[in-house]
């Protein structure tokens, strides 16, 4: 069961295309310098890496993606290693991927797998199809609006991720003043809010600015629950973002849990 969840999110992470960057402003480094070469999610424990995924794409000369390179750790030791290649046909709006996982635990294993994507005149993915399962997606004004299978829809204000509704849980967001770096390129700040291909840019338009704060709220037949997440970021000497810091905080107080996880994202540039 662990490999079977832990290979879903690496497929679902894992459908990139490289976009054309903005210009650079008062908040954002030179664009020359801001060009990702790898990135890596992380969950800390006690200031230690429990595991941690690290991604390298590789692109064709038109900027297109052309395969990923994903590389999994527990701890210090790699146990697993995804190998993925992307094909496209622009002019008929469609993709498909095909990618090997390895598993080196208990001898090693190596498993198969595919998927195929519906996109709309933007490049979003309007559906993703995989084992005969779909997956489909609207938008409006270029930014997601619905996710139809899990009934989740997105509200935006002011260029910004407002909230996320379901039928028993909401998630509402605040924000900085900063523009965000990443909205033209891998965008890895909501990873565990909104699907992975938003992350990566086949998602819809991007949050204008970083998010500071988000609260989530259950409330499920009599059962209710409140969470807030807080997000730093850390930055180069350039003024680029190299890590983006995760955590949980209590409701009542603000202030941080003792000995939480910690999820921690860094980037690495060209």
Same mark, same amino acid.
């Given at each position: 069961?662990?490999?079977?969840?832990?290979?879903?999110?690496?497929?679902?992470?894992?459908?990139?295309?490289?976009?054309?960057?903005?210009?650079?402003?008062?908040?954002?480094?030179?664009?020359?310098?801001?060009?990702?070469?790898?990135?890596?999610?992380?969950?800390?424990?006690?200031?230690?890496?429990?595991?941690?995924?690290?991604?390298?794409?590789?692109?064709?000369? &038109?900027?297109?993606? #052309?395969?990923?390179?994903?590389?999994?750790?527990?701890?210090?030791? +790699?146990?697993? $290693?995804?190998? *993925? %290649?992307?094909?496209?046909?622009?002019?008929?709006?469609?993709?498909?991927?095909?990618?090997?996982?390895?598993?080196?635990?208990?001898?090693?294993?190596?498993?198969?797998?595919?998927?195929?994507?519906?996109?709309?005149?933007?490049?979003?993915?309007?559906?993703?199809? &995989?084992?005969?399962? #779909?997956?489909?997606?609207?938008?409006?004004?270029?930014?997601?609006? +619905?996710?139809? $299978?899990?009934? *989740? %829809?997105?509200?935006?204000?002011?260029?910004?991720?407002?909230?996320?509704?379901?039928?028993?849980?909401?998630?509402?967001?605040?924000?900085?003043?900063?523009?965000?770096?990443?909205?033209?390129?891998?965008?890895?700040?909501?990873?565990?809010?909104?699907?992975?291909?938003?992350?990566?840019?086949?998602?819809?338009?991007?949050?204008?600015?970083?998010?500071?704060?988000?609260?989530? $709220?259950?409330?499920?037949?009599?059962?209710?629950?409140?969470?807030?997440?807080?997000?730093?970021?850390?930055?180069?000497?350039?003024?680029?973002?190299?890590?983006?810091?995760?955590?949980?905080?209590?409701?009542?107080?603000?202030?941080?849990?003792?000995?939480?996880?910690?999820?921690?994202?860094?980037?690495?540039?060209?």
């Amino acid at each position: 069961m662990k490999k079977i969840i832990l290979l879903s999110l690496a497929v679902f992470s894992l459908t990139l295309w490289s976009c054309e960057k903005q210009n650079s402003d008062e908040n954002t480094p030179d664009e020359k310098t801001t060009e990702i070469k790898s990135w890596e999610n992380a969950l800390l424990v006690n200031g230690q890496v429990h595991f941690k995924y690290v991604y390298t794409p590789t692109f064709d000369a &038109s900027g297109r993606i #052309t395969g990923v390179k994903t590389e999994h750790y527990e701890g210090t030791a +790699l146990v697993e $290693e995804i190998a *993925e %290649t992307y094909t496209w046909n622009a002019s008929a709006k469609t993709g498909s991927l095909k990618g090997t996982d390895t598993w080196y635990e208990d001898g090693g294993s190596t498993n198969t797998y595919s998927q195929d994507f519906k996109l709309d005149d933007d490049l979003n993915i309007l559906s993703m199809t &995989s084992s005969g399962y #779909t997956s489909n997606y609207q938008y409006q004004n270029g930014y997601m609006v +619905l996710y139809v $299978e899990q009934r *989740e %829809t997105l509200e935006w204000k002011d260029g910004d991720l407002a909230s996320i509704t379901s039928n028993y849980n909401r998630k509402t967001f605040k924000y900085s003043s900063d523009k965000n770096p990443f909205a033209d390129s891998v965008d890895p700040v909501f990873r565990d809010i909104l699907p992975s291909f938003y992350e990566l840019g086949f998602g819809g338009k991007r949050s204008a600015h970083l998010v500071s704060e988000y609260t989530d $709220e259950t409330d499920n037949d009599g059962f209710k629950y409140t969470s807030v997440c807080r997000y730093s970021y850390k930055k180069d000497s350039q003024g680029r973002i190299t890590e983006i810091n995760t955590y949980y905080v209590d409701p009542e107080t603000g202030k941080p849990f003792e000995n939480d996880a910690e999820h921690v994202v860094r980037i690495n540039y060209k």
